[in-house]
T-cell receptor
Framework: KAGVTQTPRYLIKTRGQQVTLSCSPI?????VSWYQQTPGQGLQFLFE???????NKGNFPGRFSGRQFSNSRSEMNVSTLELGDSALYLC???????????????FGPGTRLTVL | AQKITQTQPGMFVQEKEAVTLDCTYD???????LFWYKQPSSGEMIFLIY??????QNATEGRYSLNFQKARKSANLVISASQLGDSAMYFC?????????????FGKGTMLLVSP
């Protein structure tokens, strides 16, 4: 089974630009979650999508948005980039079954975003 | 209050020795899952081991075992016979099932260095 894939792997943008990151989950997984990882803040949850609906959202400004398509692939968008948005963005997929304790999330390799 | 606490920013161990990485958690849910991930310098988060709150036995996966003490709310990762390739960041994470979400809450991580 293919793992979670993320594109692109590296991005360099300037302040004020916008960026779109893509994530393809493991086949059969319906939940996709996004996390931001920085040296200062660690791993922070951005949002989770399940069956094309945003099911949960972390504490990030509205500049951060996402969506999920019918094939479970997901994109996240960051508008009006700031220097502080420089981070590793990790996508994770899981079955997404609500009552399941072991709903293991499997992560992609991440997209490293640098904002200049 | 922090939901996941990893008190060891860094740990050193010699090759072939065992090492324990600490993790304590805080939740009022009865049903939750605890996960450990490894993050090498490449950035990808690799799932290692899972423990459910209702599991009576400690989880084991090859050289990894989880020392689960529910009353103390601790879920320490034990790596036996350390190898040079074990050098990485290790994260403890929790999923609270009653939330209905797949979201993981992560600790700040422990950097493990294995020396020859």
């Amino acid at each position: 089974k293919a793992g979670v894939t993320q594109t692109p792997r590296y991005l360099i943008k300037t302040r004020g630009q916008q960026v779109t990151l893509s994530c393809s989950p493991i086949s059969g997984h319906r939940s996709v979650s996004w996390y931001q990882q920085t040296p200062g803040q660690g791993l922070q949850f951005l949002f989770e999508y399940f069956s094309e609906t945003q099911r949960n959202k972390g504490n990030f400004p509205g500049r951060f948005s996402g969506r999920q398509f019918s094939n479970s692939r997901s994109e996240m968008n960051v508008s009006t980039l700031e220097l502080g948005d420089s981070a590793l963005y990790l996508c994770a997929s899981s079955l997404g079954t609500s009552g399941l304790q072991q709903d293991t999330q499997y992560f992609g390799p991440g997209t490293r975003l640098t904002v200049l | 209050a922090q939901k996941i606490t990893q008190t060891q920013p860094g740990m050193f161990v010699q090759e072939k020795e065992a090492v324990t990485l600490d993790c304590t958690y805080d939740t009022s849910d009865q049903s939750y899952g605890l996960f450990w991930y490894k993050q090498p310098s490449s950035g990808e988060m690799i799932f290692l081991i899972y423990q459910g709150s209702y599991d009576e036995q400690n989880a084991t996966e090859g050289r990894y075992s989880l020392n689960f003490q529910k009353a103390r709310k601790s879920a320490n990762l034990v790596i036996s016979a350390s190898q040079l390739g074990d050098s990485a960041m290790y994260f403890c994470a929790m999923r609270e099932v009653n939330s209905g979400y797949s979201t993981l809450t992560f600790g700040k991580g422990t950097m493990l260095l294995v020396s020859p």
